[in-house]
T-cell receptor
Framework: EDQVTQSPEALRLQEGESSSLNCSYT??????LFWYRQDPGKGPEFLFT?????EEKEKERLKATLTKKESFLHITAPKPEDSATYLC????????????WGLGTSLAVNP | GAVVSQHPSRVICKSGTSVKIECRSL??????MFWYRQFPKKSLMLMAT?????????EQGVEKDKFLINHASLTLSTLTVTSAHPEDSSFYIC???????????FGDGTRLSIL
């Protein structure tokens, strides 16, 4: 069964304490792996797309990487404003562009 | 770039009322738009997928006569919740995507409360 699993479910960091969020997937024919950030009461905000194993993308304190089984979102020296829920989603061949979503990691960064 | 505007952001209305939610892609052409529902502390649940000029494809368990979707142009899709009841209260979010495997870009959602 095609599935996306995120861990941990929740993460609390001190400001400046780097860490990584994990997104493992069992999807046949992956066509894209997406990372989003969602703040309470808002729609998801697009962060990155990764298309093939070995690919990396960076934006400010965030870096996303992809292997054949999982993706990591590395957060370097986080700030309180990085607090949000981070969602991972995958799209695979023949699925009419529908996303398979993970349940998200709720990140809290304490000042 | 890739801005999606969703309106209204919040609706409170009486049971039996029909409610229309608009989703617009402001700076790109959305060949496909998606409508989601999200419950508290849960992930997004896809309700339907619509391509411009075509009938929407609904997910299993979603009543097409209750949730009417229109995608009349490459920049506008609407979701109408007909004869809404309290159990329809939820957070509804739309997204839009360009061609191929381009990412979906999301609106800010509509909080629907049916009294």
């Amino acid at each position: 069964e095609d599935q996306v699993t995120q861990s941990p479910e929740a993460l609390r960091l001190q400001e400046g304490e780097s860490s990584s969020l994990n997104c493992s997937y069992t999807v046949s024919g992956l066509r894209g792996l997406f990372w989003y950030r969602q703040d309470p009461g808002k729609g998801p905000e697009f962060l990155f797309t990764l298309y093939s194993a070995g690919e990396e993308k960076e934006k400010e304190r965030l870096k996303a990487t992809l292997t054949k089984k999982e993706s990591f979102l590395h957060i370097t020296a986080p700030k309180p404003e990085d607090s949000a829920t981070y969602l991972c989603a995958a799209v695979y061949a023949g699925n009419n562009r529908k996303l398979i979503w993970g349940l998200g990691t709720s990140l809290a960064v304490n000042p | 770039g890739a801005v999606v505007s969703q309106h209204p952001s919040r609706v409170i209305c009486k049971s039996g009322t029909s409610v229309k939610i608009e989703c617009r892609s402001l700076d790109f052409q959305a060949t496909t738009m998606f409508w989601y529902r999200q419950f508290p502390k849960k992930s997004l649940m896809l309700m339907a997928t619509s391509n411009e000029g075509s009938k929407a494809t609904y997910e299993q368990g979603v009543e097409k006569d209750k949730f009417l979707i229109n995608h009349a142009s490459l920049t506008l899709s609407t979701l109408t919740v007909t004869s809404a009841h309290p159990e329809d209260s939820s957070f509804y979010i739309c997204s839009a995507a360009d061609r191929g495997n381009q990412p979906q870009h999301f609106g800010d959602g509509t909080r629907l409360s049916i009294l």
